[in-house]
């Protein structure tokens, strides 16, 4: 029997680390009676947060998936990191997600973390609430933040409640559409409040938000705001039917306030969960791709009625064995069942399926459209991103894209009888985590991790040591250094070989070029009257492609370079495809050297927050980096400052920052682009290069 997707609700709780979304969860799984004893992240026993890591450092470093219930609706909810290292859980937690829960600090405000996650949440077009939490903190104010969302965001929040007092005076709010004011006593309990009439010297202002909010509501509805425009006064029921289809909308973004620590004011927040927030159906259907990723105009509906279709969104390795997260878009999937994974065009058997409740697990027979589960043990190499379907009706749904790692480091285990212990548990991790890769490097035959920052990749090395027992040599922090060219050459390329037998013969003529930013590689072909065979040219272009993975001025991988085959010649018997390939390898160790080879740096998205004291030390420093300061924005409690400093520079930031504010400073980043490096960077990166290049082939 299918159940009722009207009562569903996929949401994901998503904000900047430290806003509070642990605790919103666990708050959430208290009032759904999950859980009885509360959790904290300051002493390391929450639901969601299970990992040894996590409970240590009091970050979310995995999105966990939990399913309660409240008022009859069933909640799949999943707590995604704040932090930036970590910024691809909450993309692809976002991709299957019906709706999300943005958590603000209610004295920090939008932090800048908050606002990667909220363009993704754009990106994917994702209903949302804010939740502005922490308001009995010191220089909580719950209107500052608000317009903060506007300014910053560019979102309209639709404020639903109001506050009852401040920081150490906060006691509840103000529903401002019922105009009834919840008021908790200090027990600490969520279910110890009362419901009692405004407040006297809030009158004014609860009229003067209750218009606005009821204004803005009734605009989703014409005939409505015609009524109201001619003084009748729409029904609670009519005004939220308009908030429900402006939040499916984006139109604008309901808008609570509270103390997750202090159980205040989430009641409301569960309630506009199942009033606002979209059900499975109500959401724009995924669409359904060809192989190259290309969208082919149909479209996953949600409907148990419909075909198997899921998305692989996580792989987990855990003590009960390998966990894969799907998000069913429609369907039903059955113990037993045989289904296909139409990237591997592998089947596999589905032996046991869970409802996570973070890292417990309860055993199902069956899950349907709508429903978030995990599958145990999949045999055939399932990874994140890939379509799980009906055997005899294969599609694909859109894929997920992530983002090249910028930071490698080298390992390498501590005892010689680790080697094959850590390769098979780097090989678990790279599966779980998309941003994560691993390679060896040839020369050296080192173990090369790659990842998005450092704090990622020191809590690779971490979950080694524990959770593997695997203990790691670590080597200095590399950067993902790229190369470019900066003027355009003209060459000539003639490979020929004759030494009895057939012989090989290959000429190409061709110009090498500076491409646009961000262009990578392109190839095209102007040869005509067939100096150059047709059936050899992929060949040719294959094989320059090839060439990009190594430059020659330091053996980085080479970008936005444009190759013109124009003219070439032919042996009628010893031209081959082979011959060709080889012309490109040389014709590339030919010309680049001549081209202007130029080495480029990645350049980090800096934010930094610190106390007003400081901004000259912080901003001086940012400077002696390298950086260019982008700009700079006042709050309550210090400043934020913008900048765009290569990362090469940015390696122990987090401990001069510290000592320069106090422990009071905080930063986050993320990669912004590539730019060229100075002369002297450049030939000290290059110099080193050819020495290790040296050290190797001694």
């Given at each position: 029997?299918?159940?009722?997707?009207?009562?569903?609700?996929?949401?994901?709780?998503?904000?900047?680390?430290?806003?509070?979304?642990?605790?919103?969860?666990?708050?959430?799984?208290?009032?759904?009676?999950?859980?009885?004893?509360?959790?904290?992240?300051?002493?390391?026993?929450?639901?969601?947060?299970?990992?040894?890591?996590?409970?240590?450092?009091?970050?979310?470093?995995?999105?966990?998936?939990?399913?309660?219930?409240?008022?009859?609706?069933?909640?799949?909810?999943?707590?995604?990191?704040?932090?930036?290292?970590?910024?691809?859980?909450?993309?692809?937690?976002?991709?299957?997600?019906?709706?999300?829960?943005?958590?603000?600090?209610?004295?920090?405000?939008?932090?800048?973390?908050?606002?990667?996650?909220?363009?993704?949440?754009?990106?994917?077009?994702?209903?949302?609430?804010?939740?502005?939490?922490?308001?009995?903190?010191?220089?909580?104010?719950?209107?500052?933040?608000?317009?903060?969302?506007?300014?910053?965001?560019?979102?309209?929040?639709?404020?639903?409640?109001?506050?009852?007092?401040?920081?150490?005076?906060?006691?509840?709010?103000?529903?401002?559409?019922?105009?009834?004011?919840?008021?908790?006593?200090?027990?600490?309990?969520?279910?110890?409040?009362?419901?009692?009439?405004?407040?006297?010297?809030?009158?004014?202002?609860?009229?003067?938000?209750?218009?606005?909010?009821?204004?803005?509501?009734?605009?989703?509805?014409?005939?409505?705001?015609?009524?109201?425009?001619?003084?009748?006064?729409?029904?609670?029921?009519?005004?939220?039917?308009?908030?429900?289809?402006?939040?499916?909308?984006?139109?604008?973004?309901?808008?609570?306030?509270?103390?997750?620590?202090?159980?205040?004011?989430?009641?409301?927040?569960?309630?506009?969960?199942?009033?606002?927030?979209?059900?499975?159906?109500?959401?724009?259907?995924?669409?359904?791709?060809d192989e190259e990723g290309n969208?082919?105009?149909?479209?996953?509906?949600?409907?148990?009625?419909?075909?198997?279709?899921?998305?692989?969104?996580?792989?987990?390795?855990?003590?009960?064995?390998?966990?894969?997260?799907?998000?069913?878009?429609?369907?039903?999937?059955?113990?037993?069942?045989?289904?296909?994974?139409?990237?591997?065009?592998?089947?596999?058997?589905?032996?046991?399926m869970v409802e996570m409740y973070a890292d417990e697990r309860i055993d199902l027979t069956s899950a349907q459209a709508g429903d978030i589960v995990a599958l145990v043990g999949l045999k055939n190499n399932t990874q994140t991103g890939h379509t799980l379907c009906d055997v005899k009706q294969p599609c694909t749904l859109e894929p997920m894209v992530f983002p090249e790692p910028v930071i490698s480091i080298s390992v390498t285990p501590k005892d010689k009888g680790s080697t094959e212990k850590m390769g098979i548990a780097i090989g678990k991790m790279v599966a779980e985590d998309p941003t994560f890769r691993v390679e060896t490097d040839e020369d050296s035959g080192e173990t090369i991790l790659k990842g998005m920052g450092e704090l990622h990749l020191d809590i690779k090395v971490d979950i080694l040591k524990r959770t593997y027992g695997v203990e790691l040599v670590v080597g200095q922090p590399q950067v993902a250094y790229r190369e470019t060219i900066t003027r355009e050459v003209e060459d000539s390329y003639t490979h020929k070989k004759q030494s009895g037998g057939s012989g090989q013969f290959g000429k190409i003529d061709y110009r090498i070029r500076p491409g646009e930013q961000n262009s990578g590689f392109t190839f095209k072909s102007t040869v005509v009257g067939g100096n150059v065979p047709k059936e050899f040219i992929p060949a040719i272009e294959k094989s320059f492609a090839g060439m990009m993975a190594e430059g020659t001025l330091a053996g980085y991988p080479v970008l936005d370079v444009e190759i013109e085959l124009f003219d070439g010649a032919y042996h009628a018997v010893d031209s081959s495809a082979i011959a060709y390939e080889i012309a490109a390898k040389g014709a590339f160790r030919q010309s680049m050297p001549k081209a202007g080879p130029q080495l480029l740096e990645p350049i980090m998205k800096v934010d930094v927050f610190t106390p007003e004291d400081n901004v000259g030390d912080v901003i001086g420093d940012l400077n002696r980096r390298r950086g260019m300061i982008a700009g700079q924005e006042a709050g309550v409690t210090g400043v934020r400052i913008k900048a765009d400093v290569p990362l090469s520079e940015m390696f122990g930031y987090i401990s001069s920052l510290r000592t320069m504010t106090s422990g009071r400073g905080q930063f986050s980043m993320e990669f912004s682009h590539y730019s060229a490096c100075p002369a002297n960077v450049a030939e000290a990166v290059v110099a080193k290069a050819k020495e290790k290049k040296a050290a190797t082939n001694a």
């Open positions: 029997m299918s159940a009722d997707l009207s009562l569903y609700r996929n949401i994901g709780i998503f904000a900047h680390v430290d806003a509070g979304k642990t605790t919103t969860t666990e708050r959430i799984l208290k009032l759904t009676g999950k859980i009885h004893k509360l959790g904290d992240t300051h002493d390391g026993s929450t639901t969601t947060d299970f990992m040894e890591q996590e409970a240590e450092r009091g970050i979310t470093i995995q999105s966990a998936a939990v399913t309660c219930f409240w008022k009859g609706h069933r909640l799949n909810v999943i707590d995604t990191p704040g932090h930036v290292d970590f910024t691809v859980e909450v993309y692809r937690s976002l991709k299957v997600l019906d709706g999300g829960v943005g958590v603000f600090c209610g004295s920090g405000g939008v932090e800048p973390q908050s606002e990667t996650n909220w363009r993704y949440a754009n990106d994917a077009r994702v209903s949302r609430l804010i939740f502005v939490n922490k308001l009995d903190r010191i220089g909580a104010d719950f209107f500052r933040v608000t317009e903060q969302v506007k300014k910053v965001l560019g979102a309209n929040p639709l404020i639903m409640v109001l506050p009852i007092g401040v920081e150490d005076t906060f006691t509840g709010v103000v529903d401002l559409l019922t105009q009834k004011a919840y008021v908790w006593d200090e027990t600490g309990q969520p279910e110890n409040y009362t419901v009692t009439d405004v407040p006297a010297e809030m009158a004014d202002d609860v009229e003067m938000y209750r218009t606005q909010l009821i204004e803005t509501a009734i605009e989703q509805d014409d005939d409505l705001l015609m009524a109201y425009m001619e003084g009748e006064e729409p029904a609670i029921e009519d005004i939220k039917r308009c908030i429900r289809k402006g939040t499916r909308d984006l139109a604008f973004f309901p808008t609570y306030c509270g103390s997750a620590f202090k159980n205040k004011g989430m009641q409301l927040v569960l309630d506009a969960i199942v009033d606002y927030l979209p059900a499975p159906t109500e959401v724009d259907p995924q669409p359904l791709t969208e082919t105009g149909k479209h996953a509906i949600v409907s148990a009625d419909e075909p198997f279709r899921a998305l692989a969104f996580k792989i987990m390795d855990d003590r009960f064995g390998a966990l894969t997260f799907i998000r069913i878009y429609s369907g039903v999937l059955n113990k037993g069942d045989t289904i296909l994974n139409s990237f591997t065009g592998k089947t596999e058997r589905i032996g046991r």
